[in-house]
T-cell receptor, first 112, second 117 residues
Framework: QKEVEQDPGPLSVPEGAIVSLNCTYSNSAFQYFMWYRQYSRKGPELLMYTYSSGNKEDGRFTAQVDKSSKYISLFIRDSQPSDSATYLCAMTPYSSASKIIFGSGTRLSIRP | GAVVSQHPSWVICKSGTSVKIECRSLDFQATTMFWYRQFPKQSLMLMATSNEGSKATYEQGVEKDKFLINHASLTLSTLTVTSAHPEDSSFYIC?????????????FGSGTQLSVL
């Protein structure tokens, strides 16, 4: 079993839709959770960073963490074609920059 | 924001040759750099952690003699794929952080697509 499981998609939704991306994990030591956006053949870009259960909102993006269920989500409201990318969840036990375990990524396509 | 520059972005080489990839932190001192490999439609897999002035720490299953990492200065780390073979074809990504940085301050390069013929 992988430490982090993420549905690879692809996921295609119309512009303006609400998108829900999810990851589950098995290691209860994970305390810090990230969502990255990666465009094709580019490095990942950090979108959201959380370290506690609950919700964190930043513009159209909301990150949700449920440590009891070992489940994290990223919601995108009012999705735009420019949101089309691969979204990677990531997590680590450590607060300092260190080894991060990534999910396999979900390919998202927003149709105009 | 902090920028990490990775070069080249794309390289094709013949089987048996060696390829060097550079990772530079442009506006901060990177005491730690990480090297990842990403196969198509797969996740980033950490290959090694490199600390300035010391030997890199390799993840299990990564051949240190094949993937040579040098972190000789606070702004530059290099990954050399020695005697490359087609199975080494992959997308290689570096990331860098400054001292005492949190994971929130871990910045990624734009990646290098290596194709070995």
């Amino acid at each position: 079993q992988k430490e982090v499981e993420q549905d690879p998609g692809p996921l295609s939704v119309p512009e303006g839709a609400i998108v829900s991306l999810n990851c589950t994990y098995s290691n209860s030591a994970f305390q810090y959770f990230m969502w990255y956006r990666q465009y094709s053949r580019k490095g990942p870009e950090l979108l959201m960073y959380t370290y506690s259960s609950g919700n964190k909102e930043d513009g159209r993006f909301t990150a949700q963490v449920d440590k009891s269920s070992k489940y994290i989500s990223l919601f995108i409201r009012d999705s735009q074609p420019s949101d089309s990318a691969t979204y990677l969840c990531a997590m680590t036990p450590y607060s300092s920059a260190s080894k991060i375990i990534f999910g396999s990524g979900t390919r998202l396509s927003i149709r105009p | 924001g902090a920028v990490v520059s990775q070069h080249p972005s794309w390289v094709i080489c013949k089987s048996g040759t060696s390829v060097k990839i550079e990772c530079r932190s442009l506006d901060f001192q990177a005491t730690t750099m990480f090297w990842y490999r990403q196969f198509p439609k797969q996740s980033l897999m950490l290959m090694a952690t490199s600390n300035e002035g010391s030997k890199a720490t390799y993840e299990q299953g990564v051949e240190k003699d094949k993937f040579l990492i040098n972190h000789a200065s606070l702004t530059l780390s290099t990954l050399t794929v020695t005697s490359a073979h087609p199975e080494d074809s992959s997308f290689y990504i570096c990331s860098a952080s400054s001292p005492l940085a949190t994971n929130e301050k871990l910045f990624f390069g734009s990646g290098t697509q290596l194709s070995v013929l």
